[in-house]
């Protein structure tokens, strides 16, 4: 493995750590229960289909991600989860 890759722990560490600052953002503005999982979550649900695209796609994916999308996102969520019929 050379000497710039990172392992899957640093990987998940850098990844925890921007989703932890994305939500300390929102926090910022007023949004004080969103978490850093709730920021994965979110950002994830786009990769369900096509797998986990690569790394400067995600980094970008989670800072430019917006608090419409995240609350669009949500509010969906809210909505699938009561439809159980």
């Known amino acids: 493995m050379a000497e710039d890759q990172m392992t899957d722990q640093q990987l998940n560490e850098a ?5 932890r600052s994305k939500a300390e953002e929102f ?5 004080e229960h969103i978490t850093g ?4 979550e979110c950002i994830s649900h786009k990769y369900e289909k096509g797998g986990v695209p690569p790394l400067y796609q995600l980094v970008n994916d989670i800072l430019s991600l917006k608090v419409t999308q995240f609350m669009n996102y949500m509010t969906m ?3 699938r989860g009561s439809r159980l019929d």
Not at 15 to 19: A, D, G, N, R
Not at 27 to 31: A, F, V
């Open 27 to 31: 926090q910022l503005i007023g949004y």
């Open 77 to 79: 969520s809210a909505y």
């Open 37 to 40: 999982p709730d920021i994965w």
């Open 15 to 19: 990844v925890e750590s921007l989703c």
